[in-house]
């Protein structure tokens, strides 16, 4: 094969030649909060459900629960890890790959402490403003070390908008929960900043940058995490009948759903991973945001509509972890997913051109 059938072979698109994105052990585990954080997305649900449908406290509980017990003894693993080898987390944040995960450990935090603020309002304010600041501060350095050329443009997949996108909308929701409402605004514009200035950059890279690695291509969903995260965070700071920001976020989110349901092709094409965890937290968001859509509008039957996502959302997400706790007694079938999701970062890396040589 000569020099330029390689090239064509490797990249579905022209782009500058890059280099691979670096394959460090360990980078997994950033992704495997995608597990807390879809637990709480769902307990969401069942917390509108709580109020507006009547629905019982314990499915809510069990959920926050369930992501507080996984959380803590992931950010436990990933904190004694990070003893043992100094600069871990510096550089997983330089990952091109798996960096916008590590926002998922602060992001958790203010889902769980945002919740249980209900109980313990002091400590569970004190709390969440920490973790609002830590990811900040995260999204800060995740933003910095992208604009002064630490990424390359293939390697961009849409779990970036995860981390400044999606989070500020749960930062600004947590703010509201706590009281601190002109926070809460404050924070609400620097997710639509983030998200017109990185979603550009995005939907770029994927519409001119070629086809995304399968082990990546969960990643899609966060276009759906962005506008559900928005339309919760502006509801919940403007109580009341809606206006005409909200009636134009829930627009954005209608397109969102079925630009999802469009790809639902694609996805059943995929094999499954631990990755199909990053699919239940945009579910469990728009679970939310539907309820309390419905309950706001009130049109005829919006009851059986309301039970009715739910449990689509609540059936997905235990059949993922059903199909993850299969997986994890297998044996046979863990080490072939493992492979899976190491080689993401080697695909990823493969997906640019080689300079063809004469």
């Given at each position: 094969m000569t020099h330029?059938?390689?090239?064509?072979?490797?990249?579905?698109?022209?782009?500058?030649?890059?280099?691979?994105?670096?394959?460090?052990?360990?980078?997994?585990?950033?992704?495997?909060?995608?597990?807390?954080?879809?637990?709480?997305?769902?307990?969401?649900?069942?917390?509108?459900?709580?109020?507006?449908?009547?629905?019982?406290?314990?499915?809510?509980?069990?959920?926050?629960?369930?992501?507080?017990?996984?959380?803590?003894?992931?950010?436990?693993?990933?904190?004694?890890?990070?003893?043992?080898?100094?600069?871990?987390?510096?550089?997983?944040?330089?990952h091109e790959v798996a960096g916008p995960f590590a926002s998922f450990i602060p992001l958790v935090g203010i889902l769980l402490s945002s919740h249980y603020s209900q109980y313990l309002p002091t400590w569970g304010a004190w709390l969440c403003g920490v973790f609002i600041a830590a990811l900040a501060i995260v999204a800060a350095q995740l933003f910095a070390h992208w604009v002064t050329g630490g990424v390359s443009m293939q390697s961009i997949h849409p779990g970036y908008l995860l981390p400044v996108v999606a989070g500020s909308f749960v930062a600004s929701i947590g703010l509201s929960i706590i009281h601190a409402h002109d926070a809460a605004i404050a924070t609400f514009g620097a997710g639509m900043f983030f998200w017109l200035l990185v979603g550009t950059v995005v939907t770029v890279r994927l519409m001119t940058g070629g086809e995304l690695a399968p082990a990546a291509k969960p990643g899609l969903s966060a276009y759906l995490a962005a506008p559900a995260t928005a339309n919760i965070a502006w509801m919940v700071s403007h109580p009341g009948p809606m206006g005409a920001v909200q009636l134009g976020l829930t627009g954005v989110l209608a397109i969102m759903t079925l630009l999802q349901v469009t790809l639902l092709a694609e996805y059943r094409k995929l094999p499954f991973t631990s990755g199909f965890w990053v699919f239940t937290f945009p579910a469990g968001a728009t679970t939310n945001y539907s309820i309390r859509w419905l309950a706001a509008t009130n049109p005829p039957g919006w009851e059986i509509y309301s039970w009715?996502?739910?449990?689509?959302?609540?059936?997905?997400?235990?059949?993922?972890?059903?199909?993850?706790?299969?997986?994890?007694?297998?044996?046979?079938?863990?080490?072939?997913?493992?492979?899976?999701?190491?080689?993401?970062?080697?695909?990823?890396?493969?997906?640019?051109?080689?300079?063809?040589?004469?």
């Open positions: 330029s059938a390689t090239a064509v072979a490797l990249a579905p698109a022209t782009q500058e030649a890059v280099q691979p994105p670096n394959a460090k052990p360990g980078m997994h585990e950033l992704s495997r909060f995608g597990v807390p954080l879809g637990l709480a997305g769902l307990g969401g649900g069942w917390s509108s459900a709580r109020s507006y449908l009547g629905a019982p406290v314990w499915p809510e509980e069990i959920l926050y629960g369930a992501a507080a017990a996984v959380w803590l003894v992931l950010t436990a693993m990933y904190v004694f890890r990070g003893l043992r080898r100094k600069g871990t987390f510096r550089s997983d944040l330089k009715s996502i739910l449990g689509l959302a609540t059936a997905f997400t235990l059949a993922i972890a059903t199909r993850t706790a299969t997986t994890a007694m297998r044996p046979d079938m863990a080490r072939r997913i493992g492979r899976r999701e190491k080689a993401t970062d080697h695909d990823e890396g493969r997906r640019v051109q080689i300079p063809a040589r004469n």
